[in-house]
């Protein structure tokens, strides 16, 4: 597709459940990030991947959270036995610069969890 | 650390008259600054940039931003607020390229053109 797209767009779970989130890039973009987005809040990093590896996991609030990416591809967060304050808006997205350019993050719409 | 401040929560415009949104940051050398816009229900958009060369930097939808390295900010601008201006904005400076290249976005300032 021309942009990056995030599945699902809404998420409902009960606590202590699994959550799976996915994004695919947009085609040739080497760089991919994981924000989460609060209600009312700012965007928190969590997770950057270059290619396949993760240069970066500073964000990953507890080891409940965990990423991987497939190549230059496709991106999934996990996370495992989910709490209420896990709720939020997931975001992913991509960039064509590899390390130390100056390009633009281009943003999918986000997967919205929401934690019962 | 890198960081990037903004101070207004919300910003009030009608429409038609010039706006400002105000954000400050602190990094180590030489920032890249970026600007981007968040509409109701859709993910960030990008506005502008200011990598290096001229301060004023002009972007989409007819917004501008000035880099001041002597106050470290870099404020975004329009000359004349349309109330389709209305949305959630974020400042964000790119991390030193050691061993990531992050963005550290802001916490955001909702604008608000009143017609």
């Known amino acids: 597709g021309a942009g990056v797209s995030q599945s699902p767009s809404n998420k409902v779970t009960e606590k202590g459940k699994d959550v799976e989130l996915r994004c695919d890039p947009i085609?040739?973009?080497?760089?991919l990030y994981w924000y989460r987005q609060r209600l009312g809040q700012g965007l928190e990093f969590l997770i950057y991947f270059q290619g396949n590896s993760a240069p970066d996991k500073s964000g990953l609030p507890s080891d409940r959270f965990s990423a991987e990416r497939t190549g230059e591809s496709v991106s999934t967060l996990t996370i495992q036995r989910t709490q209420q304050e896990d709720s939020a808006v997931y975001l992913c997205a991509s960039s064509s610069e590899r390390k130390g350019g100056t390009g633009e993050l281009f943003f999918g719409e986000g997967s919205r969890l929401t934690v019962l | 650390a890198q960081s990037v401040a903004q101070p207004e929560d919300q910003v009030n415009v009608a429409e038609g008259n010039p706006l400002t949104v105000k954000c400050t940051y602190s990094v180590s050398g030489n920032p890249y600054l970026f600007w981007y816009v968040q509409y109701p229900n859709r993910g960030l958009q990008f506005l502008l940039k200011?990598?290096?060369?001229?301060?004023l930097v002009k972007g989409s939808y007819g917004f501008e931003a000035e880099f001041n390295k002597s106050q470290t900010s870099f404020h975004l601008k329009k000359p004349s607020a349309l109330v389709s201006d209305s949305a959630l904005y974020f400042c964000?400076?790119?991390?030193?390229?050691?061993?990531?290249?992050?963005?550290?976005f802001g916490t955001g300032t909702r604008l608000q053109v009143f017609p």
């Open positions: 964000a400076v790119r991390a030193l390229p050691r061993n990531t290249d992050k963005l550290i």
């Open positions: 085609s040739g973009h080497t760089a």
């Open positions: 200011y990598i290096t060369g001229d301060n």
